[in-house]
């Protein structure tokens, strides 16, 4: 099969495309025929080789995927060859024709989704709803600012909060993103380079602020985002490029809380909770994963620097 290969840390050239042996499946594990694989930013922090964690090399990149169940190993009980299938991990990679999968790493694609749309569920959608539910405990009634929301976390979080009687503010940075941020359902759409964003910010909200805050570039926003936030509000940092200078007492006269998060800390039965909400809200059409861009798997290059440009839409996905 083919499969892109990493041999040497470095720029988006190393994303080469190789023949390699097709995977096997050991014990409790399977085996997908990948239709499409998403592309995250993380997988271009570990392809340059400045991740915390690093894969030994040579590896295949990719988390995400979707397609059919090709072959299961022994005692494979939920899935059998021919299921359609995403998957929000991989033991082999899944910018490949096929990728070998722990059970636990697969979930029942809905019949509605395309292999594409399954494709950006795993980590973004995973990502959005552990940090609106999981961590900042986001209640119906409450107002959420998605902080980047033209992009594969920020759409999935926009629906997500929709879908659960928030009100929702989402900011891009185009104004075609913010045609998308609206049409995914979120009631205000602003301009995160505007300067005054954060009075926008009170305006909407009658001067109380915003009950959470979402953030997916805090080495920007984060300072800012202290002063946005109500009593009592909580601020998640899902992404952050850098280094920021705040003042805690923003925090402080606010009762507010700070939280982190890593998709790659969630224990293996909070995941499969994440992922049976999330499958049924693919199935009421609560969540409908928006494709910005396909990419065929060869020009995996091109989808990672793509996933880093200004002006994101949606979710880019390569295509084997
Ligand atoms: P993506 O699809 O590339 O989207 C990036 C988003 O960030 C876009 O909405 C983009 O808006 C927005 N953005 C750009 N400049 C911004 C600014 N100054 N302020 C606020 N937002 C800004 O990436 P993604 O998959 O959604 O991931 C978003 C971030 O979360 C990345 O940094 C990623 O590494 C991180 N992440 C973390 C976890 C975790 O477990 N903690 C999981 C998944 C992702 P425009 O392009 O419209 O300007």
New binding site residues.
């Given amino acids: 099969m083919k499969a892109i290969v990493v041999s040497e840390f470095g720029g988006p050239e190393r994303l080469q495309l190789r023949e390699v042996p097709d995977p096997q499946p050991g014990p409790g594990q399977l085996v997908v025929r990948i239709r499409a694989a998403g592309v ?3 997988e271009t922090y570990i392809r340059s080789g400045t991740y915390a964690s690093k894969p030994q090399l040579p590896y295949t990149p990719g988390a995400d995927g979707a397609g059919e169940v090709l072959r299961v190993g022994q005692g494979v009980s939920r899935f059998k060859a021919g299921d359609r299938v995403y998957t929000s991990a991989s033991l082999s990679g899944t910018y490949a024709e096929q990728a070998l999968c722990a059970e636990a790493q697969v979930y029942r694609l809905a019949a509605k989704a395309s292999f594409a749309q399954g494709a950006a569920l795993g ?2 959608y995973g ?1 959005a709803y552990r940090a609106l539910f999981g961590k900042a405990h986001a209640q119906p009634g409450e107002t959420v600012l998605v ?8 759409t999935a979080a926009v629906q997500l909060a929709r879908s659960r009687g928030l009100t929702v503010i989402g ?4 104004d075609r ?1 913010r045609g998308l941020v609206l049409e995914n359902g979120a009631h205000h759409a602003l301009d ?2 505007a300067v005054d964003c954060a009075e926008q910010i009170a305006k909407l909200t009658g001067g109380a602020g915003v009950n959470v805050i979402l953030e ?2 805090a080495n ?2 984060l300072s800012r985002d202290l002063q946005m936030l109500s009593k009592f509000g909580r601020v998640v940092v ?2 952050n ?1 850098g280094t920021i200078e705040i003042n805690p007492r923003d925090a402080m006269g606010r009762d507010a809380t700070i939280t982190g ?3 790659f800390n969630v224990s293996p039965p909070e995941l499969a909770s994440i992922h049976a909400a999330l499958g049924a809200a693919l199935e009421t059409g609560a969540i409908h994963p928006v494709i910005g861009q396909e990419i065929p798997l060869a020009q995996a290059a091109r989808a990672h620097e793509a ?1 880093m440009a ?3 839409y949606g979710k880019i996905v390569l295509v084997p």
């Fill in positions: 995250n930013p993380v980590v973004p990502t902080h980047g929301a033209s992009g594969g976390v920020g900011t891009a940075g185009t993103g995160h380079h997916m570039l920007k926003n899902i992404g490029r998060m890593t998709l996933v200004d002006g994101a």
